[in-house]
């Protein structure tokens, strides 16, 4: 029983993990179309700008800022610079988002190292939480990712669906031609959009670099769930993002636990089944 709820309980931190870093790619892939292969890139980014900022200031908090508002910043750049007269292109798109990729990776590489990083917690977010439950004690800093996504995700969705903002994103994605046609700047809004999905990615590196280390190969591993929670949860759907990350979660978490063999078939095989019933995603809208 009690290994059952811890594992249960690290699924379910693990999917907030992956939650923070889908969420921003459901807004520049899933509704914006834009296919951001460098997403992962940006986690990684984020987790060390963390790190560094963290080093030199002894704020954890600071290091968090200054992470988001990096790769945020990053992000508009590439998409305004690189993405944004191509951006109906897919290939196009794909192989130049890669190629961000691995020029970050290789720089990432060559200033930090082969060497794994964490972003040390501060002391309130320490040690041990007692449950309750089957005598758990289990970490705060799991707790406070779990609090966390639930926090972004609640806001995010109120953000989508019950701001003007939001409604303009959402017109603008359908169509730019009706929304330009109003007065409205669909290019500063697309870029606002790009900011904040980059943005969650360097806020999930961060935050993430504290509960797993920081270390080459940990982008391409986030880019890949990242993609498969969205697909599982369908295209643009915050919902949908939550609920596939949930999934996806528990699904590797168990694997790992008690089917260690077989845990990426497992996880992959969720994918698989979700888009033989649902080709569209969970919640995601038929084309």
Sequence with gaps: MRQVLTIALNGMTVASLYFLVASGLTL?????????LAHGAFYLLGGYVAFSVLRASDSWSVGLLVAVVTVGMLGVVMHQVLLRAIEHEDMRVALVTI???????????VHYGGVAYSVVPPDFLRGGVELGVAD???????IFILALAIVVGIALWLFITRTRFGMIIRAGVDDRDMVSATGINVRIVFAAVFFIGSALAGLAGAVGGGAFSLAPGTDVEYLLYSLIVVIVGGMGSIAGAAIGALLVGLVSQFALGYMPEIASILTFGLMIAVLAVRPQGLLGRAA
């Design 28 to 36: 520049i892939f899933g509704m914006m179309r834009i296919v951001n």
């Design 99 to 109: 190629g961000v990729s691995l020029i970050l990776a290789d720089q990432l590489l």
């Design 136 to 142: 758990i004690v289990y970490p705060r800093y799991r």
